[in-house]
């Protein structure tokens, strides 16, 4: 395998109407995958299904818009390994900052550097695209994201303690971070 080949391509969608019936799949199919296998990406009680992920997929997909919300995909050849969304405040008072929502990486494709490369690129865009002087993210604790998101630069700025009871003894805290310079 050449380097090229260990690396993902990645893509930029900005409209809905960019996401083919395929995508849209993928990503749903993506998810849910990531969910059920205890990835933290927005479904906090596994497992899921179909009728769970679609609409709120469907719902995500149609918030994007090329100043306010992107969607950053990693395939591997036409395979869906990953992705991550970065939204954008429209209010002027905090328009200068991201949010990043839902980076996951398929479980067949852990340990290959898809989510290091989704991060990475979604920096680029939103320094080099539209501008943003720093992100923001909420990770759930106790799955060793800190430790992920510290290695790429970002720090950790606070805690919500308890904010996350995913069962009546699995209470996690909401880890605050910040990546700030871009």
């Known amino acids: 395998m050449t380097t090229h080949e260990s690396m993902p391509d990645l893509a930029q969608i900005t409209d809905v ?9 993928q990503l749903i199919d993506c998810w849910i995958a990531v969910t059920n296998s205890g990835g933290a990406a927005g479904f906090p009680f596994p497992p899921v299904q179909d009728n769970d992920v679609a609409p709120v997929t469907d719902k995500l997909l149609g918030r994007l818009h090329p100043q306010h919300s992107r969607l950053v995909t990693a ?6 390994a990953g992705w991550v969304v970065l939204n954008r405040d429209p209010y002027r008072l905090v328009g200068h ?17 898809v989510g290091s490369a989704l991060m990475s690129e979604l920096r680029k865009i939103a320094r080099g695209e539209l501008g ?26 606070g805690r919500w303690p308890g904010a996350l009871r995913l069962a009546p003894d699995d209470t996690r805290d909401e880890v605050l971070m910040l990546l700030d310079p871009l």
């Open 17 to 25: 109407h960019e996401v083919t019936p395929e995508l849209r799949r």
């Open 75 to 80: 395939r591997f050849d036409d395979v869906l």
């Open 97 to 113: 900052w991201g949010t990043v929502n839902h980076l996951q990486t398929h479980p067949e494709f852990r340990g290959r550097g």
């Open 132 to 157: 943003l002087e720093q992100l923001h993210l909420a990770a759930r604790g106790e799955e060793g994201l800190e430790d992920f998101y510290s290695r790429l630069g970002w720090r950790e700025v």
